[in-house]
């Protein structure tokens, strides 16, 4: 479980986190909204990328806001970015198996988590492959396997499907699906796809001008008036 309590984020005069409290317990949740209702600054408070002015988020007993971005990384800590993070210069193999370096594991072990990251992310014939030779959909599916490696504890993916074929978001959408049985991890999910949202999350909250306005079972929430009023732009008949 993630238990967000009183969560602050402002820059300078704007209100981008305005006193969320949560707890997230579902394997998959869905976080939406209109485009700067808060979403990101929300990973970005949890990975560390931003300093929340007041707060707590306690994740399976461990505060952290309390430890530095790198030792939330150690902690189990993942995510993924609108804008895929693979390094060009280097094998698809170095560009996952980096997230492994700190956590002093045996050369078995490292092996193990690669070959099972690999596999789950439909990879293995691209593991030697440098990563510049891969195209978008590759690159999206390596930085993903780099979030699932090892045992990471919470998965934040930051619209992962943007972009992609019909075919490749079905293809995400079983890899976001079967990450609690490969590893275990909760997940968090940022994406504008109402279906993806629709098929992988058990739960959604929703955030508008920083305010969490939703927190239920999928379907609930996008049956919501309120939600499809800000997120869908479906107004309700009077």
Not at 13 to 35: F, M, S, W
Not at 74 to 89: A, I
Request: negative net charge; glycine residues 10%.
């Amino acid at each position: 479980m993630i238990d967000i309590s009183d969560l602050y984020v402002a820059f300078g005069g704007l209100t981008a986190l305005n006193r969320i409290n949560v707890k997230l317990d579902a394997p998959v949740v869905g976080v939406i909204g209109p485009n700067g209702a808060g979403k990101t600054t929300f990973l970005n408070s949890l990975s560390g990328f931003v300093r929340p002015q007041s707060g707590r988020v306690v994740a399976f007993g461990t505060s952290l806001l309390d430890l530095p971005p790198h030792r939330r990384a150690r902690w189990g800590l993942r995510r993924s970015f609108q804008k895929e993070q693979v390094v060009d210069e280097i094998s698809v193999e170095d560009n996952i198996g980096v997230v492994l370096d700190p956590l002093g594991l045996s050369r078995g072990e490292r092996e193990k988590a690669l070959t099972a990251a690999f596999e789950f992310a439909g990879l293995s014939g691209l593991r030697k492959a440098k990563a510049a030779e891969l195209n978008a959909f590759e690159r999206r599916m390596t930085e993903l396997a780099r979030c699932v490696v090892g045992a990471p504890r919470v998965i934040m993916l930051d619209e992962p499907g943007a972009g992609f074929s019909q075919g490749e978001v079905s293809r995400l959408r079983d890899f976001i699906l079967g990450i609690a049985a490969f590893n275990g991890a909760m997940t968090l999910l940022i994406d504008h796809d109402v279906d993806l949202i629709r098929t992988v999350c058990v739960n959604t909250m929703v955030l508008d001008f920083g305010i969490l306005i939703a927190h239920d079972a999928t379907e609930a929430v996008m049956a919501d008036a309120r939600v499809r009023a800000v997120y869908l732009g479906v107004e309700e008949a009077a």
